[in-house]
Protein backbone atom coordinates (compact mmCIF):
# COMPACT_ATOMS: atom_id res chain seq x y z
CA UNK A 1 0.00 0.00 0.00
CA UNK A 2 1.35 3.52 -1.04
CA UNK A 3 -1.03 5.40 0.65
CA UNK A 4 -0.51 7.27 4.03
CA UNK A 5 -3.23 9.35 4.07
CA UNK A 6 -4.03 7.29 7.24
CA UNK A 7 -0.82 8.22 8.71
CA UNK A 8 -0.28 11.46 7.72
CA UNK A 9 -2.41 15.09 8.46
CA UNK A 10 -1.91 17.73 6.23
CA UNK A 11 -1.42 19.95 8.97
CA UNK A 12 1.55 17.72 10.53
CA UNK A 13 3.29 18.18 7.23
CA UNK A 14 6.41 20.96 7.12
CA UNK A 15 7.50 21.54 3.92
CA UNK A 16 10.44 23.91 5.03
CA UNK A 17 11.78 23.40 8.32
CA UNK A 18 14.87 25.11 9.48
CA UNK A 19 15.47 23.29 12.58
CA UNK A 20 19.33 23.13 13.51
CA UNK A 21 19.60 19.78 15.29
CA UNK A 22 18.09 16.68 15.51
CA UNK A 23 16.01 17.46 18.93
CA UNK A 24 14.23 20.52 17.11
CA UNK A 25 13.56 18.23 14.28
CA UNK A 26 12.15 15.78 16.55
CA UNK A 27 10.40 18.84 18.73
CA UNK A 28 8.83 20.64 15.56
CA UNK A 29 7.09 17.27 14.71
CA UNK A 30 5.56 16.27 17.55
CA UNK A 31 4.42 20.14 18.45
CA UNK A 32 2.34 19.40 14.57
CA UNK A 33 1.21 16.26 15.75
CA UNK A 34 -0.47 17.57 18.73
CA UNK A 35 -1.80 20.45 17.19
CA UNK A 36 -3.11 17.87 14.28
CA UNK A 37 -4.29 15.54 16.94
CA UNK A 38 -4.36 16.71 20.44
CA UNK A 39 -1.48 14.58 21.86
CA UNK A 40 0.61 15.83 24.64
CA UNK A 41 3.38 16.80 22.47
CA UNK A 42 6.00 16.36 25.66
CA UNK A 43 5.41 13.17 26.00
CA UNK A 44 5.72 12.37 22.88
CA UNK A 45 8.55 14.35 22.33
CA UNK A 46 10.18 12.63 25.30
CA UNK A 47 9.58 8.79 24.08
CA UNK A 48 11.35 9.76 20.37
CA UNK A 49 13.99 10.96 22.12
CA UNK A 50 14.52 8.22 24.54
CA UNK A 51 14.16 6.11 21.05
CA UNK A 52 16.63 8.17 19.77
CA UNK A 53 19.05 7.38 22.48
CA UNK A 54 19.18 3.66 21.67
CA UNK A 55 19.82 4.11 18.01
CA UNK A 56 20.06 6.38 15.05
CA UNK A 57 16.84 6.44 13.27
CA UNK A 58 18.51 8.11 9.93
CA UNK A 59 17.80 4.99 6.85
CA UNK A 60 19.99 6.73 4.60
CA UNK A 61 19.91 8.28 1.26
CA UNK A 62 19.01 11.63 3.78
CA UNK A 63 16.07 9.66 4.91
CA UNK A 64 15.26 9.76 8.63
CA UNK A 65 12.31 7.74 10.30
CA UNK A 66 11.96 8.58 14.13
CA UNK A 67 9.89 6.79 15.73
CA UNK A 68 7.76 5.91 19.66
CA UNK A 69 5.17 3.89 20.94
CA UNK A 70 3.12 6.90 22.69
CA UNK A 71 0.08 6.08 25.30
CA UNK A 72 -2.84 7.63 24.73
CA UNK A 73 -2.78 6.78 20.75
CA UNK A 74 -5.22 4.53 19.11
CA UNK A 75 -3.90 3.69 15.94
CA UNK A 76 -0.12 5.13 14.64
CA UNK A 77 -0.03 8.52 13.42
CA UNK A 78 2.93 10.99 11.38
CA UNK A 79 3.97 13.84 10.63
CA UNK A 80 6.60 15.04 7.71
CA UNK A 81 9.39 17.20 7.39
CA UNK A 82 11.61 18.63 4.74
CA UNK A 83 14.36 19.44 6.70
CA UNK A 84 17.17 22.60 5.59
CA UNK A 85 19.86 22.50 6.49
CA UNK A 86 19.86 18.55 6.93
CA UNK A 87 20.23 17.10 10.13
CA UNK A 88 22.05 13.89 10.95
CA UNK A 89 19.98 11.51 12.34
CA UNK A 90 23.13 8.79 12.36
CA UNK A 91 22.52 7.18 8.99
CA UNK A 92 24.50 4.18 8.30
CA UNK A 93 25.67 5.62 5.13
CA UNK A 94 26.53 9.09 7.11
CA UNK A 95 24.39 11.10 4.96
CA UNK A 96 22.10 13.61 6.75
CA UNK A 97 18.67 13.84 6.49
CA UNK A 98 16.76 16.16 4.48
CA UNK A 99 13.25 13.79 4.52
CA UNK A 100 12.28 13.30 7.73
CA UNK A 101 8.91 11.18 8.74
CA UNK A 102 7.80 10.95 12.61
CA UNK A 103 5.89 7.94 13.22
CA UNK A 104 4.19 7.95 16.69
CA UNK A 105 2.17 4.70 17.88
CA UNK A 106 -0.03 3.06 20.86
CA UNK A 107 1.76 1.86 23.51
CA UNK A 108 0.10 -1.65 23.08
CA UNK A 109 -0.32 -1.96 19.36
CA UNK A 110 3.51 -3.29 18.61
CA UNK A 111 2.18 -5.51 15.32
CA UNK A 112 0.48 -1.67 13.89
CA UNK A 113 3.70 0.19 14.82
CA UNK A 114 5.63 -2.34 13.02
CA UNK A 115 2.65 -2.13 9.73
CA UNK A 116 3.03 1.29 9.43
CA UNK A 117 6.98 1.69 9.95
CA UNK A 118 7.30 -0.87 6.62
CA UNK A 119 4.98 1.33 4.58
CA UNK A 120 6.89 4.59 5.36
CA UNK A 121 9.77 2.82 4.91
CA UNK A 122 8.77 1.09 1.53
CA UNK A 123 7.54 4.67 0.61
CA UNK A 124 10.65 6.30 0.96
CA UNK A 125 13.55 4.06 -0.25
CA UNK A 126 12.00 4.45 -3.71
CA UNK A 127 14.27 7.53 -5.27
CA UNK A 128 11.74 8.67 -7.37
CA UNK A 129 9.42 9.61 -4.29
CA UNK A 130 12.34 10.68 -2.68
CA UNK A 131 13.11 13.07 -5.69
CA UNK A 132 9.05 13.97 -5.50
CA UNK A 133 9.03 14.90 -2.11
CA UNK A 134 12.55 17.00 -2.72
CA UNK A 135 11.18 18.56 -5.40
CA UNK A 136 7.08 19.11 -4.07
CA UNK A 137 6.66 23.14 -4.04
CA UNK A 138 4.50 23.02 -0.48
CA UNK A 139 2.56 21.06 2.02
CA UNK A 140 -0.38 20.45 -0.36
CA UNK A 141 1.47 18.64 -2.85
CA UNK A 142 3.63 16.74 -0.14
CA UNK A 143 0.17 15.62 1.05
CA UNK A 144 -0.78 15.00 -2.47
CA UNK A 145 2.69 12.67 -2.77
CA UNK A 146 1.58 10.82 0.27
CA UNK A 147 -1.94 10.31 -0.67
CA UNK A 148 -1.56 9.57 -4.22
CA UNK A 149 -1.38 5.71 -4.98
CA UNK A 150 2.27 5.80 -6.25
CA UNK A 151 3.65 2.97 -7.94
CA UNK A 152 5.78 0.16 -6.58
CA UNK A 153 9.23 -0.61 -8.29
CA UNK A 154 9.86 -3.96 -9.15
Not at 9 to 35: D, K, N, V
Amino acid sequence: MNDLSDLIAAEAILPRLPATSRRQTIQALTEALARAGGLDARAAFDAVLIRERLSGTGMGEGVAIPHASVNGLVRPIGAFARLDPPQDFDALDGRPADLVFLLLSPVDKGADHLKAFARISRFLRRAEVREKLRAARGAEELHALFSGPARDAA
